[in-house]
């Protein structure tokens, strides 16, 4: 005779509990692994499918489509139960997954990592509410730690894995290594997490035209962002013709979700002081953290003059302190209940090691950049837990999957917008300093032609630029020893002089979510899902903290 089903997700046996925890993690480390693999595995892609062209599109794709649907999936879950979303959303990554390892072409890889992504966001989402349901806040925080440190794990052992799994069987396997670690996540929660419903979906109407119309608005503004100062310039009829569409659409969607019946996003959520603070705080972090992070090893072999290896290393202290940090803040929170320190304290540690970083020149030494962003991942590990965790805890237990996936769509957001910002501020940064960095007596014996030439900062980031820079100077006869001793120390000193440009915005960043966590309201933790009654409509509501 089968066991009854629980009622609750406090009705759950420890054993349960526990199992469908490691279930959960297991799928957010698969998700979080794939983007580390795939990218060590990206060069040997592009020169077995060709397309180079595409390169940045691989990303793209799988990027736009785990952003669009988090706020999407966060509803549903709430309506219809974590279970059926988390069982789906690993599937549907494991065979999406083997699609890629497939792929005869970049197109076709393209198409499948936007199906890929799909899958990454609902599993996202689903992760961080699962948790939410089966602890309450006040025992919360150190499992949500744990959960935040997946991430400092993957990027660890994923470039190892990518690396070993590339130069071993082949790229594929960067995609079929999905699919022996779904299945195991995947048993775990189909035999030990039970199926159970926050709200009774016979009382809900799925909100198809504010679904569309929030993917409309999204996914031509993700567009321009990855898009605007690389492959058009950001005054383009192409970008500003996205933006546009993004804009009119997004209003469109204001008006939709304010007329819904079961708005597929319950803009009740924002007039929730704490829930607007903590999404305001993570989208500055989140801004600051992705976009200038991806910098750091850019620093390190071009500016450094360090191997390809030393930059891939340099952010392991990173990594390792954010992870360390991020397990040790959740304790803190879960046995102090307090999670605003945790919040003021690690955006202004973040804001410290940021500035540290764009103090750095030619001269700065291997260990004081291994310093800085160490400083910079304790700053970001010990606020990483708060926002989930304050959120959850501020609103009412029936929407905490909508809850949960706004604070992962604007993280995404907030990491997208940092990375192109600070690509814009780098590429124009580079060409005036690169000029001002070259002795006078080059700049007045070369013709204006040949320097413009030069101007090109991806000339000094691999070594495929190496080759290309000395095939410019072979062109303009300059190809003397002087010569590229002068415009590489000139090109360390223009990328050393943007990249502190950058680190600097991102460190000012990091200090307005410093005086943004000072407005963050504490209340207790609860000690329990269960709350008294408060119903809260889906079209507007009071929210608990408001």
Same mark, same amino acid.
């Given at each position: 005779?089968?066991?009854?089903?629980?009622?609750?997700?406090?009705?759950?046996? &420890?054993?349960?509990?526990?199992?469908?925890?490691?279930?959960?993690?297991?799928?957010?480390?698969?998700?979080?692994?794939?983007?580390?693999?795939?990218?060590?595995?990206?060069?040997?892609?592009?020169?077995?499918?060709?397309?180079?062209?595409?390169?940045?599109?691989?990303?793209?794709?799988?990027?736009?489509?785990?952003?669009?649907?988090?706020?999407?999936?966060?509803?549903?879950s709430?309506?219809?139960?974590?279970?059926?979303?988390?069982?789906?959303?690993?599937?549907?990554?494991?065979?999406?997954?083997?699609?890629?390892?497939?792929?005869?072409?970049?197109?076709?890889?393209?198409i499948?990592?936007?199906?890929?992504?799909?899958?990454?966001?609902?599993?996202?989402?689903?992760?961080?509410?699962?948790?939410?349901?089966?602890?309450?806040?006040?025992?919360?925080?150190?499992?949500?730690?744990?959960?935040?440190?997946?991430?400092?794990?993957?990027?660890?052992?994923?470039?190892?894995?990518?690396?070993?799994?590339?130069?071993?069987?082949?790229?594929?396997?960067?995609?079929?290594?999905?699919? &022996?670690?779904?299945?195991?996540?995947?048993?775990?929660?189909?035999?030990?997490?039970p199926?159970?419903?926050?709200?009774?979906?016979?009382?809900?109407?799925?909100?198809?035209?504010?679904?569309?119309?929030?993917?409309?608005?999204?996914? &031509?503004?993700?567009?321009?962002?990855?898009?605007?100062?690389?492959?058009?310039?950001?005054?383009?009829?192409?970008?500003?013709?996205?933006?546009l569409?993004?804009?009119?659409?997004?209003?469109?969607f204001?008006?939709?979700?304010?007329?819904?019946?079961?708005?597929?996003?319950?803009?009740?959520?924002?007039?929730?002081?704490?829930?607007?603070?903590?999404?305001?705080?993570?989208?500055?972090?989140?801004?600051?953290?992705?976009?200038?992070?991806?910098?750091?090893?850019?620093?390190?072999?071009?500016?450094?003059?360090s191997?390809?290896?030393?930059?891939?290393?340099?952010?392991? &202290?990173?990594?390792?302190?954010l992870?360390?940090?991020?397990?040790?803040?959740?304790?803190?929170?879960?046995?102090?209940?307090?999670?605003?320190?945790?919040?003021i304290?690690?955006?202004?540690?973040?804001?410290?090691?940021?500035?540290?970083?764009?103090?750095?020149?030619?001269?700065?030494?291997?260990?004081?950049?291994?310093?800085?962003?160490?400083?910079?991942?304790?700053?970001?590990?010990?606020?990483?837990?708060?926002?989930?965790?304050?959120?959850?805890?501020?609103?009412?237990?029936?929407?905490?999957?909508?809850?949960?996936?706004?604070?992962?769509?604007?993280?995404?957001?907030?990491?997208?917008?940092?990375?192109?910002?600070?690509?814009?501020v780098?590429a124009?940064?580079?060409?005036?300093?690169?000029?001002?960095?070259?002795?006078?007596?080059?700049?007045?014996?070369?013709?204006?032609?040949?320097?413009?030439?030069?101007?090109?900062?991806?000339?000094?980031?691999?070594?495929?630029?190496?080759?290309q820079?000395?095939?410019?100077?072979?062109?303009?006869?300059?190809?003397?020893?002087?010569?590229?001793?002068?415009?590489?120390?000139?090109?360390?000193?223009?990328?050393?002089?943007?990249?502190?440009?950058?680190?600097?915005?991102?460190?000012?960043?990091?200090?307005?979510?410093?005086?943004?966590?000072?407005?963050?309201?504490e209340?207790?933790?609860?000690?329990?899902?269960?709350?008294?009654?408060?119903?809260?409509?889906?079209?507007?509501?009071?929210?608990?903290?408001?």
């Open positions: 005779m089968a066991a009854a089903q629980p009622d609750t997700y406090q009705d759950l046996s &420890p054993r349960a509990v526990l199992a469908t925890v490691i279930g959960v993690m297991i799928a957010m480390l698969m998700a979080a692994l794939d983007q580390t693999i795939v990218g060590t595995a990206m060069p040997r892609i592009i020169s077995e499918l060709h397309g180079f062209e595409h390169y940045s599109a691989v990303v793209t794709a799988y990027m736009i489509a785990s952003t669009a649907i988090l706020p999407i999936a966060g509803k549903l709430d309506v219809y139960g974590r279970k059926p979303f988390l069982l789906v959303g690993v599937l549907w990554f494991m065979a999406t997954s083997a699609l890629c390892g497939f792929a005869g072409d970049m197109l076709q890889l393209v499948f990592r936007a199906l890929q992504g799909l899958g990454a966001g609902v599993m996202q989402t689903m992760a961080f509410t699962t948790i939410a349901d089966l602890y309450p806040p006040a025992k919360r925080g150190r499992v949500i730690g744990i959960a935040a440190s997946v991430f400092g794990l993957s990027s660890v052992i994923g470039p190892l894995i990518g690396g070993f799994l590339t130069d071993g069987p082949g790229w594929r396997y960067a995609f079929y290594v999905n699919l &022996p670690v779904g299945f195991v996540a995947l048993a775990i929660l189909y035999f030990f997490f199926h159970i419903r926050a709200q009774k979906a016979a009382d809900f109407r799925i909100d198809y035209a504010g679904s569309l119309s929030l993917v409309a608005s999204i996914v &031509p503004v993700l567009l321009a962002l990855s898009w605007g100062g690389r492959d058009y310039a950001w005054a383009s009829p192409t970008i500003l013709g996205l933006l569409t993004g804009v009119v659409f997004g209003a469109l204001f008006v939709v979700e304010l007329r819904a019946a079961h708005p597929i996003v319950n803009l009740a959520l924002f007039r929730n002081a704490i829930v607007s603070v903590a999404l305001s705080t993570a989208f500055l972090t989140s801004a600051a953290m992705f976009g200038a992070v991806l910098f750091i090893p850019l620093f390190v072999q071009s500016v450094l003059g191997s390809a290896t030393d930059s891939g290393k340099i952010l392991m &202290p990173l990594t390792l302190a992870l360390l940090t991020a397990v040790v803040a959740g304790q803190g929170i879960s046995r102090t209940g307090r999670y605003r320190p945790f919040a304290g690690g955006a202004a540690m973040g804001a410290i090691g940021m500035f540290l970083l764009s103090r750095m020149d030619p001269s700065t030494s291997y260990f004081m950049v291994v310093r800085n962003v160490a400083i910079l991942g304790v700053g970001l590990g010990a606020a990483m837990p708060v926002f989930n965790l304050a959120v959850q805890n501020a609103v009412e237990a029936r929407v905490v999957g909508s809850a949960t996936s706004m604070v992962q769509f604007v993280r995404s957001i907030g990491g997208t917008l940092g990375v192109a910002a600070f690509g814009s780098l124009s940064g580079f060409a005036p300093a690169f000029r001002r960095a070259l002795p006078a007596d080059i700049v007045a014996d070369v013709s204006p032609q040949p320097i413009a030439a030069l101007t090109d900062a991806q000339l000094y980031m691999t070594s495929a630029g190496a080759k820079l000395e095939a410019i100077l072979n062109g303009f006869g300059l190809n003397t020893d002087a010569m590229i001793d002068a415009v590489r120390q000139a090109a360390r000193i223009a990328l050393a002089g943007s990249l502190r440009d950058v680190f600097e915005i991102a460190a000012a960043l990091l200090l307005a979510a410093t005086a943004l966590a000072l407005f963050l309201r209340i207790p933790l609860r000690k329990t899902n269960q709350r008294a009654a408060e119903p809260i409509a889906d079209n507007g509501a009071e929210l608990h903290g408001a």
